[in-house]
């Protein structure tokens, strides 16, 4: 039944000429823009499109915390969306990302990294495999260098005899439902028990009938969802969503400080084409049959780091006194010395304190180190902490 609704709902056209990409002119807009202004949401620039910020009902503090106590919905239709089809797709994936895809089960959703020939980290991804393709949602940032990565890999494939084709799903939007709030929300317009569906899985679901991709997961640490919506479709279900009470819209401003404390990477600020995965604490995407075997692109140097624990250095979350330090602030040891940058940083709304990550020289990277981070023109304390650093909420069964 699966892979019947895959060729049905998730209906790729050919790749065409796309605005998308930071720096352009012209600002793309998703299905939901007209809604998001009329819940009167502000909107910013991000990777191209005029995305919602926050809304006039709350602001990103007041959304952050709905988030956490309720539910919330992120129009993250922005993202990159693809299926890979073919008899040798696994074969073909395998040599552009680190995850094991051969033995990831039917329904089975990872997070995985796109690597480049330096070990560096081309982008981060979620690959979930369905019955007869895989599902793969990039980020909107790296859209366009996402899809020429993998249309160029293909081509080399398909000129040695393999069977593989990349296709962009272009004819659906993607929302996100999340926080503690959320199954039960989407359990009334799905009439399905979503009790035994585990984090990090996906399956076709009837939404009001629907054919959507449900996959649970998100970017908030909370229980949640992410929906593969018919563009034509998406409206009517993201209103039907919000006529529950405790659902709300949410723009990016909390998104940002809800990935923060999961301690989840943002691309291009945490993690980049310059960072290992040894160095961002990402091993553990770096399935252990790929370790055995490698044969993806940059495993020379990824194997290596990994067997000796190489690297120069590692991400670390910090707990910092005073002021937020915001991406770029120095880190400094106890003694003084130079060693580290901060990536991203907020005060986090559910803490009551200014939390960070930051890249440290290794040695300096163990729990409850004492650090100092230069903000402005003042020096603070800052403690090295384990991430996340609020608990994650996601559902295991």
Request: net charge neutral; proline share 4%; glycine share 10%.
């Amino acid at each position: 039944m699966a892979a019947t609704v895959a060729r049905t709902v998730l209906k790729p056209r050919q790749v065409g000429a796309r605005l998308m990409a930071t720096g352009t002119s012209s600002s793309q807009r998703t299905a939901l823009y007209e809604l998001h202004k009329n819940h009167g949401a502000k909107f910013g620039p991000f990777a191209g499109w005029d995305m919602p910020l926050v809304y006039a009902d709350q602001g990103a503090l007041d959304s952050h915390l709905h988030t956490r106590k309720h539910a919330s919905i992120f129009d993250v239709s922005h993202m990159l969306q693809t299926r890979i089809v073919g008899k040798d797709r696994h074969r073909f994936l395998e040599h552009l990302v680190v995850a094991d895809l051969k033995e990831l089960p039917v329904g089975g959703a990872t997070l995985s990294l796109f690597t480049n020939p330096s070990g560096g980290i081309e982008d981060d991804t979620i690959i979930t495999q369905q019955r007869d393709s895989l599902y793969v949602v990039s980020n909107a940032g790296c859209a366009d260098k996402d899809l020429a990565h993998l249309l160029k890999h293909a081509k080399i494939f398909q000129n040695e005899g393999a069977d593989v084709e990349v296709l962009k799903i272009d004819d659906h939007s993607l929302i996100a439902l999340q926080g503690p709030a959320s199954q039960k929300v989407l359990e009334q317009l799905a009439a399905v028990d979503l009790s035994q569906m585990p984090f990090m899985t996906g399956q076709f679901i009837d939404i009001k009938g629907v054919p959507c991709h449900v996959a649970r997961s998100g970017y908030t640490g909370e229980d949640g969802f992410e929906l593969s919506i018919p563009t034509g479709e998406v409206v009517s279900i993201t209103q039907a969503l919000l006529e529950n009470a405790q659902v709300k819209l949410a723009g990016l401003g909390a998104r940002d400080s809800l990935r923060l404390e999961a301690g989840l990477c943002l691309y291009g600020s945490d993690i980049d084409s310059t960072t290992t995965p040894m160095e961002a604490n990402l091993v553990w995407t770096v399935g252990k049959r790929r370790r055995a075997e490698g044969g993806f692109i940059g495993a020379d140097v990824i194997l290596e780091q990994i067997a000796n624990k190489g690297g120069a250095r590692r991400r670390v979350g910090l707990v910092i006194e005073g002021a937020p330090a915001r991406a770029h602030a120095k880190v400094l040891s106890a003694e003084g010395e130079e060693i580290g940058e901060i990536t991203s940083g907020v005060p986090a709304p559910s803490l009551g304190k200014n939390i960070a990550m930051a890249y440290v020289k290794r040695g300096f990277n163990k729990k409850d180190t004492a650090l100092k981070v230069q903000v402005r023109n003042r020096v603070q304390n800052a403690t090295v902490v384990k991430m996340p650093f609020v608990p994650a909420g996601y559902h295991k069964i």
